[in-house]
């Protein structure tokens, strides 16, 4: 009996302590930050305190996003990557 007096007492104060574990969890949404530079407005995207992506967008002309390259602070624009693959048109149908 004192067995499952004890177990049972484990358990609920498993269960009443599982909200506050909960409530520190990270949220899955992103700060984003809004600035304007000159006339560019700037949106920074962070999870957790890390950068890690930028939104620029210009007055006059398309918004691009720059993403980290790698674990430092190099950035680079997510439509314009190192890796540039051929388009070549061979057939045309």
Do not use: C
């Given at each position: 009996m004192?067995v499952l007096?004890?177990?049972?007492?484990v358990g609920?104060?498993?269960?009443s302590?599982?909200?506050?574990?909960?409530?520190?969890?990270?949220?899955?949404?992103?700060?984003?930050?809004i600035?304007?530079?000159?006339?560019?407005?700037?949106q920074?995207?962070?999870?957790?305190?890390?950068?890690?992506?930028i939104?620029v967008?210009?007055?006059?002309?398309?918004?691009?996003?720059?993403v980290?390259?790698?674990?430092?602070?190099?950035?680079?624009?997510s439509?314009q990557p190192?890796?540039?693959?051929?388009?070549?048109?061979i057939?045309?149908?």
């Amino acid at each position: 009996m004192r067995v499952l007096n004890r177990l049972l007492l484990v358990g609920l104060l498993a269960v009443s302590a599982a909200p506050v574990f909960a409530q520190d969890a990270p949220s899955p949404e992103p700060d984003v930050t809004i600035r304007h530079d000159g006339d560019k407005t700037i949106q920074e995207y962070r999870v957790n305190g890390f950068l890690y992506a930028i939104k620029v967008t210009p007055k006059h002309g398309k918004p691009y996003f720059l993403v980290r390259a790698d674990g430092d602070n190099n950035f680079i624009r997510s439509d314009q990557p190192d890796m540039l693959i051929p388009q070549w048109e061979i057939f045309r149908w």
